[in-house]
């Protein structure tokens, strides 16, 4: 073993392809060790090799004025069987007084439910990795309920620091056929209005919408996809392929992205389409994949029966339930019969993921699903500070304690 780390080139190799998780714990093999894992190239490269997830962030919910009614649930769905980030992510998000909204790289941002006693919306930002978080308040400027999430593994400035920043889209004040934009920079510390406007009189689907790229995409409810790119801050509207979706089909779409580019998946009757975004700039879509939904249902039969006796939602016996949640290297995400499950396009498998419980389809609101991909390069971002209120903490695994010898008394 230490004949092979001796050489740096290949212990940067081996170590830059395990989870961030476990590098954290390795840091404290040796002070070699620690050096090598703490260099900025190395994290670079790791944050290079991090782009498969590991997991979805699910947050399920219905709010009404500020309050959650009827099921809620949070929880963290591991994927390839990395359970290590489970209980930290369930023990520390707070889910009975914030909504998520989006995730980049490892970090989570969510926004504090709107009441009556809350004059000023509070956002978080919060690294379930270590723990840390950073709680903003908007002032001087007039945000919405829509939040997304950009981050900077070598920062967005010559400081060559980690950051990331927060962006709002909303209606102004005055304004009902447009859209305006309010970004965070954790590198100012201060928010600011953007003068950009987005000439759009759709209404945005509050839990569709995608960051890669430097790019944001939010879907609306009026075949259009709404674009802003943060450091130009410049926006545009991308129209959408295939058939008018109607207010109950809006379950049924969603964003994705594979190898960088845009794609959008809708299921229209029986047929799940994913089509790709070739070009931003003078829109392009073409039909990359076409897979016929029927064959699921009769995979799904027994499981729907059992779902009708333990569910208090009405499901007639005949009834076949599919929500698209989200889109990731070619593998889409969905609610089956209340079940998470993936369907992988390069292997034609479907696999259904653990969660421990299962999502309601009826909510006013289709739960927000964000995929999630613990990287290195989210330690030690200015500003993020450990939560002392956390009741769990991943410290690797527990040493055995030392049998103490036996001396004889010495008088």
Request: hydrophobic residues 35%; aromatic residues 12%.
């Amino acid at each position: 073993m230490e004949v092979v780390f001796s050489n740096e080139d290949l212990a940067t190799e081996i170590l830059s392809r395990l989870s961030a998780r476990d590098l954290l714990r390795f840091k404290c093999v040796s002070k070699r060790w620690k050096s090598l894992i703490s260099d900025p190239l190395f994290v670079s490269i790791h944050h290079r090799r991090s782009r498969r997830i590991s997991g979805l962030l699910v947050h399920s919910y219905t709010e009404y004025g500020g309050n959650i009614c009827g099921l809620k649930s949070f929880f963290y769905a591991f994927i390839n069987y990395e359970r290590g980030m489970f209980d930290l992510i369930k023990e520390g998000f707070p889910h009975s007084t914030s909504v998520m909204t989006a995730s980049c790289d490892g970090l989570v941002c969510y926004r504090s439910r709107r009441t009556r006693d809350l004059e000023v919306l509070e956002i978080g930002v919060w690294n379930p990795m270590t723990q840390e978080r950073i709680t903003l308040r908007p002032t001087n400027c007039h945000v919405g309920d829509i939040f997304g999430l950009a981050f900077y593994p070598v920062g967005s400035s010559s400081k060559m620091i980690p950051s990331f920043k927060v962006v709002s889209i909303q209606r102004p004040v005055l304004d009902q056929n447009s859209y305006s934009f309010v970004i965070y920079s954790s590198e100012t510390g201060k928010w600011k209005t953007s003068l950009e406007i987005c000439y759009c009189k759709d209404e945005l689907h509050q839990n569709k919408h995608i960051y890669f790229n430097g790019r944001f995409y939010w879907l609306t409810k009026n075949q259009h996809v709404i674009t802003f790119e943060v450091e130009k801050e410049l926006s545009g509207v991308i129209t959408i392929p295939g058939p008018m979706v109607r207010k109950q089909g809006l379950r049924k779409v969603c964003l994705g992205e594979t190898d960088g580019y845009l794609h959008y998946v809708c299921v229209d009757m029986s047929e799940l389409r994913v089509w790709i975004l070739t070009n931003a700039c003078q829109p392009n879509w073409v039909l990359k994949h076409q897979l016929n939904v029927d064959q699921f249902r009769e995979e799904s039969r027994d499981q729907h029966l059992h779902r009708v006796r333990t569910s208090h939602e009405d499901f007639g016996r005949d009834h076949f339930a599919l929500d698209t949640l989200t889109f990731h290297d070619d593998v889409v995400y969905m609610v089956l019969q209340g079940r998470l499950c993936s369907y992988d396009f390069k292997t034609a498998r479907r696999t259904s993921l653990f969660c421990g419980s299962y999502i309601q389809h009826y909510n006013r609101l289709p739960p927000i699903v964000c995929p999630y991909s613990p990287t290195l390069a989210t330690i030690g971002i200015p500003g993020l500070k450990r939560d002392c209120s956390a009741s769990i903490t991943y410290q690797g695994r527990p040493r055995k304690k030392l049998k103490e010898s036996l001396r004889s008394p010495q008088f």
